[in-house]
């Protein structure tokens, strides 16, 4: 049996086929962050997106059709989730006019006239009820205002959605874009083709969204770095009390559990030897170093110490691949983001192929300034985490496929 990779990466993209004179709707993913005032925040999901719509300005498209969806509106228009803003920033990226779109279904003819390099956005596509539900009627009819189809909304290519998934029953050629192709062929290159040793450094909030991720990709590397309350877990399970600090009481078995497959697997454990403890997250008083074993009573861990940083950084450093997700501890928060931070140096410093898989830690790579010094940052959070866990993505399954 294929691996999921090698399957996703079999898909025709846009270099496969021709689109001179077609009409060609983009999946895009522009979800970006913004902040109270509705101002783009981080605008690489958008620049991401500018080859595959480049390209098909550049080879003569009929008229392009982007399509995404922003937020969580509930099927309706709301005003909050407008694509205006996103229109904005677009024409300013891409530096050409780009026409915004709230009814496709009146805009049809629009869009059939061919002229060359019309580029036009479509009003959130979440405001129609029909797309999450991936209603077929709904499909049908976005599938009527194109020719060539094509996805390159990595970041919700998990989803199966009308835009995402359900729409590619409805349309002929279907092929993938140039950043889905860039996403899959980042994975390959750390789980397919990799360069040994490959470490997995894991951490965030929670053992039970990631214990999947673990069972999947634990016969494929050599290192496995645990830090972040997922940890907490672990230490716990192996006879450490943790006190008031977060760790999932129910999965203590699950984690006794992975340290053995670990070992039957011949793959190599790290886990934090000390620990940053606060009275209180939101207002602490008093923050210590304390070894791993000696958590105070009404304390709680909320990062790796100094000597943990050190430990990783060397296991790091010894790799030749490393895939990360998940932050070592509340790195929202300045007081406890220096672990994060100095793992996310030591990865960046590190002369191996680095990949960084999960929303929270590309943001935190992204807020101590790395970004450009990792080798590749998904753009999906969700995406990349269904990824790693072996699943074949929604956002591939039904594209046309080369030989
Ligand atoms: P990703 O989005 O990269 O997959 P997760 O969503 O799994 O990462 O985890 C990120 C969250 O984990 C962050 O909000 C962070 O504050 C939290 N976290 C990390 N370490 C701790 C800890 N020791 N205690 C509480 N929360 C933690
Ligand atoms: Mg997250």
Request: aromatic share 8%; hydrophobic share 40%.
């Amino acid at each position: 049996m294929i691996s999921n990779i090698k399957y996703m990466s079999g898909v025709k993209s846009l270099k496969d086929v021709d689109i001179s004179g077609k009409r060609v709707l983009i999946r895009v993913d522009f979800n970006v962050p913004v902040d109270s005032h509705n101002n783009i925040t981080d605008d690489r999901r958008i620049r991401a997106a500018l080859p595959t719509i480049n390209y098909c300005i550049d080879h003569n498209a009929c008229s392009i059709t982007l399509v995404t969806h922003f937020g969580r509106p509930k099927g309706a228009y709301d005003e909050k989730y407008s694509l205006v803003h996103v229109k904005k920033r677009l024409e300013r990226l891409l530096n050409k006019n780009v026409e915004f779109i709230d009814d496709f279904e009146k805009s049809k003819d629009e869009i059939a006239t061919c002229s060359l390099e019309r580029v036009f956005l479509l009003e959130n596509i979440r405001f129609h009820p029909g797309e999450q539900k991936n209603d077929r009627e709904f499909s049908k009819k976005l599938a009527s205002i194109c020719d060539i189809y094509v996805n390159d909304a990595f970041g919700t290519s998990h989803r199966e959605d009308s835009s995402t998934f359900g729409i590619t029953e409805f349309v002929d050629t279907k092929v993938a874009g140039f950043l889905m192709m860039r996403e899959i062929e980042a994975f390959s290159k750390a789980l397919e083709v990799p360069v040994h040793p490959i470490t997995l450094v894991v951490g965030g909030a929670k053992i039970s969204t990631k214990i999947t991720l673990l069972e999947s990709v634990l016969k494929k590397i050599d290192k496995l770095i645990i830090g972040g309350a997922m940890s907490n877990t672990f230490l716990k399970a192996l006879g450490y009390d943790m006190k008031s600090s977060l760790y999932e009481a129910d999965y203590v078995d699950t984690a006794i559990q992975v340290l053995n497959e670990a070992k039957n697997s011949g793959v190599k454990v790290y886990l934090p030897v000390d620990l940053v403890v606060t009275d209180s997250i939101e207002q602490p008083i008093d923050i210590k170093v304390v070894p791993a074993q000696d958590v105070m009573d009404t304390f709680m861990a909320v990062d790796i110490g100094p000597a943990t940083v050190k430990l990783f950084s060397e296991v790091v450093g010894l790799s030749n691949t490393i895939i990360w997700n998940g932050p070592m501890g509340i790195y929202e928060s300045d007081k406890f983001s220096k672990g994060t931070f100095k793992l996310a140096t030591a990865i960046a410093d590190s002369y191996a192929y680095t990949i960084v898989g999960g929303g929270d830690t590309a943001d935190a790579v992204d807020r101590c300034g790395e970004s450009e010094n990792f080798s590749f940052i998904s753009t999906g959070g969700g995406a990349s985490l269904e990824l790693l866990e072996g699943k074949i993505l929604p956002g591939f399954k039904n594209l046309d496929r080369k030989e």
